[in-house]
Every structure is written in C-alpha cells, then in structure tokens.
C-alpha cells in the first residue's frame, strides 16, 4: 500500500466516523425532545383528568400557556437549543398539539455556526 493511498483511506474513514457521529448525536436529540415532549403531555394530560374527576376544569388554553412554560424550561435545562418563537402549543378540542422547530448544530467556527441540521417535531395528545 502507498503513503498516498493509505492517507486517502484515513481521511475517508475519518469523514465517514465524524458524519456517523454526527447522525447519532442529532438523533439523541431528536429523541431526548421527543421523550420531553411526551413527558410533559402525559403529566398535563392527568393533572386535567384528576382536575375534571374532582370537579374543576381548568381552560385547556390555561393548560396550553403551562405546558409551553414548562417545555422551555425542561428544553434549557436538558441542552436542547429551543426558543419561545420556535414552540408552539395549541388546544383544540379536547386535546393539546405541540409543535417544535430547532436545529442542531454540525459544524461551527470560532462560535459561529455554519452547518445545522433543522430539526422539528410535532406530537399530539386527547384528554379523554
């Protein structure tokens, strides 16, 4: 083997281990918002069940501005890079509808980002 074709062969592995890398990390975030989102729905969708089977109802449009509160501290406090203009929460009917829009940084310089992956993700719930 030549020095040549030995380092094409380096750097050829070593770009293909930095995009696998990459794909993981993106998709560990993907699911670590998805685990969020899912968490904080699940505990908002009982906390009205139990308010509804005690008597109080709670306006789901209350429900909605506590839910997209309590995303953007988790979204902070787990790393995920989630603003308030990029989160919306929506009641509709019986049921909340969470929309997410981010994106995951790739590759930056000196602090500057200059390849992300746009990222979002929309999940549902019905209060029964």
Not at 19 to 44: C, K, N, P
Not at 78 to 85: A, Q, S, V, Y
């Amino acid at each position: 083997m030549r020095f040549r074709t030995f380092v094409l062969w380096a750097a050829g592995l070593s770009v293909l281990g930095w995009a696998g890398y990459t794909a993981v990390s993106a998709s560990t975030a993907y699911l670590a918002a998805r685990e969020m989102v899912d968490q904080v729905l699940q505990e908002s969708s009982s906390r009205l069940r139990a308010g509804a089977a005690a008597g109080s109802q709670q306006p789901a449009d209350d429900l909605a501005a506590d839910v997209q509160a309590t995303l953007l501290i988790r979204a902070r406090r787990n790393g995920i890079p989630l603003e308030g203009r990029n989160l919306a929460v929506f009641a509709e009917g019986r049921g909340l509808t969470v929309k997410l829009k981010w994106s995951y940084p790739v590759i930056s310089y000196r602090g500057d980002v200059i390849l992300t992956i746009p990222m979002s993700l929309e999940r549902a719930t019905r209060i029964q």
